[in-house]
T-cell receptor
Framework: GQQLNQSPQSMFIQEGEDVSMNCTSS?????WLWYKQEPGEGPVLLIA?????ELTSNGRLTAQFGITRKDSFLNISASIPSDVGIYFC?????????????FGQGTTLQVKP | DVKVTQSSRYLVKRTGEKVFLECVQD?????MFWYRQDPGLGLRLIYF???????EKGDIPEGYSVSREKKERFSLILESASTNQTSMYLC?????????????FGPGTRLTVL
């Protein structure tokens, strides 16, 4: 079945560093979503991507919809302590037009001040 | 500012109790979802609803039921709580149409069943 694989599983970086993470699948997606979940909170939608090759920014965050439609990337520039959290990718379930999503397992980001 | 709210942030219940988790959204969204989140297992869909009084089972519906009597409110019911239902419960909503996949989440309810 459909599956989203995120890497790396976790990252521990120094404040000010840039961060890259990705999400891959053996299936094609027509939408990619990136969420951030802070400790004890619900996920917050960061970026939604709808077109292969699309590059979209939200402040220091930039996400790309891979050309093959089987992957997506999220970059965070000049990380700060409040970037700490779990970052999830998500995509629509195949054969579903009801808005059901599948989620990756998440990349946990820790930032050392 | 769009919002999904959940009735409790933390809840402690005893085994066998009936538990109600409430979710309200103010975005006039048609779709609403209930997930549970456990370490190492990610987000798993319990139930979802695409209209008032309509519901569909997700991946792990056993031991749960739902109710959607009004468009803005989606309730998750644990008929007889068990310790293996200790988890973080997340509610989400999304609109119909082009942004159907953009789910907005509530803050979560951390449920402990003793």
């Amino acid at each position: 079945g459909q599956q989203l694989n995120q890497s790396p599983q976790s990252m521990f970086i120094q404040e000010g560093e840039d961060v890259s993470m990705n999400c891959t699948s053996s299936s094609i997606f027509n939408t990619w979503l990136w969420y951030k979940q802070e400790p004890g909170e619900g996920p917050v939608l960061l970026i939604a991507l709808y077109k292969a090759g699309e590059l979209t920014s939200n402040g220091r965050l930039t996400a790309q919809f891979g050309i093959t439609r089987k992957d997506s990337f999220l970059n965070i520039s000049a990380s700060i302590p409040s970037d700490v959290g779990i970052y999830f990718c998500a995509g629509p379930m195949r054969s579903s037009n009801t808005g059901k999503l599948i989620f990756g397992q998440g990349t946990t980001l820790q930032v050392k001040p | 500012d769009v919002k999904v709210t959940q009735s409790s942030r933390y809840l402690v219940k005893r085994t066998g109790e009936k538990v109600f988790l409430e979710c309200v959204q103010d975005m006039d969204h048609e779709n609403m979802f209930w997930y549970r989140q456990d370490p190492g297992l990610g987000l798993r869909l319990i139930y979802f609803s695409y209209d008032v009084k309509m519901k569909e089972k997700g991946d792990i519906p056993e031991g749960y039921s739902v109710s959607r009597e009004k468009k803005e409110r989606f309730s998750l019911i644990l008929e007889s709580a068990s310790t293996n239902q200790t988890s973080m419960y997340l509610c989400a909503s999304s609109p119909m149409g082009g942004r159907i996949n953009e789910q907005f989440f509530g803050p979560g309810t951390r449920l402990t069943v003793l």
